[in-house]
């Protein structure tokens, strides 16, 4: 039990003597102040005392994994609070204002898992939350620079009404290539073509310009570039791990199926974060060839990603994998 006196009570007694008569008046207040907060304390006394009603609520948070076992160091959300668990897997919230809280409770490489409480003032509640350990996906994609030959089709919409496609087809591990982009009208605004050493580019309906051998190499290199890099950030995200406190990461499978002629196994991502004030989330498709000569290597994707400012959507697909395709010049 802390009694905490006031300064004026404090004041009346003097440490170099002072009145004895006011120091046993000091006491006797003390113990009665004593006496008061110990019946409140404990319910009231038996006699009718006085008794103090609880303003706050109590909760007791416990996480643990799929396994029942505690899990330490999970960080747990109640509100605008935060603790982190101990070794038995427990933290406690005990001044909590009465109200509706979301708890959520993570840590790195485990799924994060929330509910819903109501607390009343006087509350001594506890919950169990369980963590499911993410599935081991890393450098479970391989990415597109590693195939011969293939055809990616990225298109893109946001919610501005902009929207935009890129067909990329490569052929000889790049060194032959037919690169088409399109407008919001669909409208071929920029197409390239390399093969045998030499590159032909236009813009829109203009006429063909050759190119240089000497700009044949950077002329691909970045607009390949950036077309595989498009289609490589979602297999970079997938294969590692997203940490840090201010983003919430999930993967699971969510089934088997046959896409773009290929048989693959389906997976959902969930992401959300802020940076400086702007909120973010992502959902992510993504299919992965799961068997034969392509295995591991991804076939679609279609990612939403939406935040403070709009909304955008993205879709990938990856086809004739491996294939001749014949490239040549216009």
Not at 47 to 58: M, R, V, W
Not at 72 to 88: D, L
Not at 125 to 134: D, G, H, I, V
């Amino acid at each position: 039990l802390q009694i905490t006196f006031s300064n004026s009570i404090i004041q009346q007694i003097n440490p170099k003597g002072g009145n004895m008569k006011k120091k046993l008046i000091v006491f006797a207040i003390a113990i009665v102040m004593a006496v008061v907060v110990f019946s409140g304390c404990g319910g009231g006394s038996s006699n009718g005392g006085s008794s103090i009603t609880p303003t706050s609520a109590h909760l007791t948070v416990t996480v643990k994994s799929s396994n029942g076992q505690a899990i330490e160091g999970a960080e747990v959300n109640v509100g605008e609070n935060s603790n982190m668990t101990n070794a038995n897997g427990k933290t406690i919230f005990d001044t909590l204002t009465p109200g509706d809280y979301q708890i959520e409770a993570s840590k790195d490489g485990y799924d994060s898992a929330s509910q819903n409480i109501s607390l009343k003032a006087g509350d001594q509640s506890s919950t169990t939350l369980t963590l499911k350990k993410k599935e081991s996906v890393n450098d479970t994609i391989k990415s597109t620079s590693k195939l011969k030959s293939y055809k990616g089709i990225i298109e893109m919409k946001s919610s501005n009404g902009e929207s935009g496609k890129i067909v990329v087809i490569q052929d000889d591990f790049g060194k032959e290539q037919h690169i088409t982009m399109y407008g919001n009208d669909n409208k071929v605004q920029f197409e390239l073509y390399v093969a045998g050493g030499k590159a032909k580019m236009r813009s829109g309906n203009d006429k063909w310009m050759d190119l240089p051998e000497s700009s044949v190499q950077a002329m691909t290199k970045s607009t390949l570039g950036f077309a595989e890099t498009m289609m490589n950030n979602t297999i970079e995200d997938f294969n590692k791990t997203i940490t840090g406190k201010d983003v919430k990461y999930s993967i699971k499978r969510v089934g088997s199926e046959t896409v773009n002629g290929y048989p693959t196994y389906k997976y959902h991502i969930f992401a959300k974060g802020e940076d400086e004030g702007n909120e973010g989330v992502l959902n992510s498709d993504i299919w992965i060839i799961n068997r034969g000569e392509y295995k591991d290597y991804t076939t679609r994707v279609v990612m939403n990603a939406k935040d403070n400012e709009g909304e955008g959507t993205f879709t990938i697909n990856l086809t004739d994998i491996g294939k001749d395709m014949h490239i040549s010049l216009p």
